[in-house]
């Protein structure tokens, strides 16, 4: 693909940042937390600029959704930002899958409006047995997963071979869109994930095997790294060690030494991926501004839900706060 100028950026660069006034700092997450009701936090959001009508929900949904159709109206290159949609068509065709053999009936509640596909589309490809809507390897691997079921009836199969897919599209349409930056977030974001699934396998006492039946293709570390760190005799230890002398040295540092909770693990690979992301802030104006645009409404839709939930459950402010991911800049 031919990469335009950043001066193509120049417009939605700066609509976006002047519409930005609903993104949600840190220190207002967490004032968020302390809501003592659903309707407190509802009113707070209200002052944020959300639509609260129809619940917190319905509001932090359909400012996510906004924020996709804005990006893909106004973006000169619409199609660089296809791979953040690919989460939501795994989401929506695994769902559809399990439902399927449940003989239920795909509830529209657990579909999102957010993937490449639409969702009604994509709920009603089992009945069909037409995969090819889908992105190309989630739509291959709709069709095995799909099949296989039949023959062993393990949904952890489904998940596992469509998340793989998942990131095998992701991978290629950032490769194919040149840009640099979401090349990076989709790499890290693989590696971020491939890290936090290594240390729980080393913990359950899995082999190499084992973990890589559920490792995700598109990182920077590649299978050879994590061979090796089965090899060894104390392999979460060498798992830091190894981290070191890579991109992730700050994570492998943190750790060392240590036998951190697997709690840890994430905050930390999460703060390495929202710092990344956070990255796009330097720039004056170009194709990065939607992609960190998206993201960062992604983060806050994640945070807002924690909130939301954690004052259903009746949970203590400090709690909720600590459940909070880590927060794009």
């Not at 994509?122 to 709709?142: I, R, S, Y």
């Not at 390495?272 to 004056?284: F, N």
């Amino acid at each position: 693909m031919k990469k335009m100028s950043p001066d193509n950026y120049i417009y939605i660069s700066s609509y976006l940042r002047a519409i930005q006034k609903d993104a949600l700092t840190r220190s207002e997450l967490e004032r968020l937390a302390e809501a003592k009701s659903r309707s407190e936090l509802d009113r707070a959001l209200a002052e944020k600029g959300f639509d609260m009508s129809g619940g917190t929900e319905r509001a932090v949904s359909e400012a996510l959704e906004t924020a996709y159709k804005t990006v893909f109206e106004l973006a000169p290159e619409p199609e660089l930002y296809a791979l953040l949609r690919y989460r939501y068509d795994c989401h929506n065709i695994k769902t559809a899958i399990k439902s399927y053999y449940k003989k239920e009936p795909v509830r529209e509640e657990l579909m999102s409006a957010l993937g490449s596909v639409p969702s009604e589309t994509a709920a009603k490809m089992p009945d069909e047995g037409v995969f090819g809507a889908l992105p190309p390897h989630m739509a291959a691997a709709a069709e095995e997963a799909f099949t296989g079921y039949a023959r062993v009836p393990d949904p952890q199969n489904i998940d596992i071979t469509l998340d793989r897919a998942c990131f095998m599209d992701m991978s290629e349409c950032a490769q194919k869109g040149g840009n640099a930056y979401l090349m990076d977030y989709v790499r890290t974001l693989a590696d971020t994930v491939n890290i936090t699934v290594c240390q729980r396998m080393i913990r359950m006492g899995r082999d190499a095997s084992g973990f890589f039946e559920v490792w995700v293709p598109g990182g920077g570390l590649d299978e050879r790294f994590f061979k090796e760190i089965f090899l060894a005799d104390d392999r979460e230890e060498a798992l830091w060690r190894g981290l070191k002398k890579t991109a992730y040295r700050s994570v492998g540092e943190k750790f060392e030494g240590t036998l951190p909770a697997p709690s840890k693990v994430d905050e930390a690979c999460g703060e390495y991926l929202a710092s990344l992301a956070s990255g796009a802030k330097s720039v004056l104006f170009g194709a990065e501004i939607p992609a960190y645009y998206l993201i960062k409404k992604e983060s806050d839709t994640q945070n807002v839900r924690i909130i939301a939930s954690g004052i259903d459950a009746g949970l203590e402010p400090e709690r909720i706060k600590a459940l909070l991911r880590p927060v794009c800049a």
